[in-house]
């Protein structure tokens, strides 16, 4: 009876972690920021439907279950959210795109030159502000304004990937055989919502782009020239 | 005297039925968007709607200057993405991968040579479980003809996404000899990376085939996830 006891508790203790790595492991980032309100999920950068615009998406807080768990979900209004534009290839930040939640809605500053650069950052308030209210699971609002659109709330995770299998991998416990087949595959995120940051911006007021950093670098020829772009999210202190 | 007073109360009724009149009239509300609300009526010039100033304030516009909303403060890095998922496949530690996260782009190349340990970390993971010496399975030159040590620092130096204004978006497209223009949706970054880092020069070396582990591929695909809409581009949450 003891030992029925002994092999529960431990049963559901492994089980609890198992859990709690699943549900934490986000895109599988550090633990000081895993499944905060701070963690990014992802970054995209493409061509939007008008060709002379760039579209950025920053998804934030992965992982979140449909129904309550996303309905609950919200952006930190102590978080910075950061789009980083280098337009001279030393990747360095010459341009910035500022988003902060105020109240119901998102704020945004920018594109505009940081006045300072690094991992500290002040919101520079004396430049282009657009504010988009936050969307919810059945509302969709968006803002166009001076050939610029912003959206902030959750959306489905675009991001596909067998997560489990790849974790085994890198712990070793997938060897030899690797991933699975497709019929044995699973997408962790297919089921998964994240809450995202939405901009698109005409190509003018990002600036000049670099030579492509590989061309430079020698490594590949041919490349169309080419901004380097990322994401940050930075606390208030 | 009493004429005029019988033409006041008259002009008084005109006006008080004209004032009712006006109160009947309203906007008739039929947009229907499909629940989405564009908010393109906050530039014309009045105060209207449920707007507190003009063109601003409300449910719909931006609010108004003296909102008294505080942006002040310093923010300090948390977390940064540029290339998907690069701390999660080249942070081995929980400890690298926190250092990742509030490290700068430009401030990286101390990790190139951490990087180029991870690959090979990687490999012999393979050559343990297949029985062979690890020295013998290493990361083998790509299909971008880059070495590790080529590859680790393009991975760890200059993890950004590079994205071309003047040029179309892939993640890597062999048939128009393109890579690393920007990341849309529908790229499967996934595959393109392990195929970076497993598929040797051919991008079939680990493929599952001739008794190799299959690490090329993930072998899932986007299911049924729509990348065609129009901004803000993503599926509405499940």
Known sequence: MKKTKLFTVIGTLSLLLLCMTLISSDHFDGTNIEGTTSDIADFYAFEGENPESTVFIATIQGNLNPGGITDNANFDEDVLIEFNIDNTGDFVEDLVIQAIKRGDSVHFFGPVIPNQTGLESQIITSTTHNVVQISTSSDTYITNENGMSFFAGPRRDPFYFDMNRFIDIKLGNAAPSGFFSTEESTDFFNELNTLAIVIEIPNSLLGDAPTHILESQGYINSLPQAYNVWVSSKRKQ | ?238
């Open chain 2, 1 to 238: 005297m009493k004429k005029k007073v019988i033409y006041i109360k008259k002009i008084s009724l005109l006006l008080l039925l004209l004032f009712n009149f006006l109160l009947l009239v309203q906007c008739k509300d039929d947009d229907d968007n499909g629940n989405v609300i564009y908010q393109v009526n906050c530039e014309d010039g009045i105060q209207n709607g449920d707007e507190s100033g003009i063109d601003c304030g409300g449910e719909y516009c931006s609010p108004c200057e003296d909102s008294g909303i505080n942006f002040d403060g310093t923010f300090l890095q948390e977390d940064i993405a540029g290339r998907p998922a690069v701390n999660t496949i080249f942070g081995f530690s929980d400890l690298s991968q926190n250092e990742y996260n509030v490290s700068t782009v430009s401030n990286r190349s101390n990790l190139q040579e951490e990087f180029r340990t991870v690959l090979e970390a990687y490999h012999d993971i393979y050559a343990i479980s297949l029985e062979i010496p690890v020295n013998d399975l290493d990361f083998e030159t790509n299909i971008l003809n880059w070495d590790a040590n080529i590859f680790s620092t393009v991975m760890s130096q200059y993890d950004a996404l590079q994205v071309a204004p003047n040029g179309p978006t892939t993640y890597y497209d062999a048939n128009q000899n393109l890579v690393f223009t920007g990341r849309s949706l529908s790229d499967d970054v996934m595959d393109i990376t392990l195929k970076l880092i497993f598929g040797g020069t051919d991008g079939d070396r680990f493929d599952g085939n001739n008794n190799t582990p299959q690490l090329t591929t993930d072998a899932v695909g986007s299911g049924n996830r729509d990348f065609s809409l129009p901004f803000p581009y993503l599926e509405p949450a499940l």
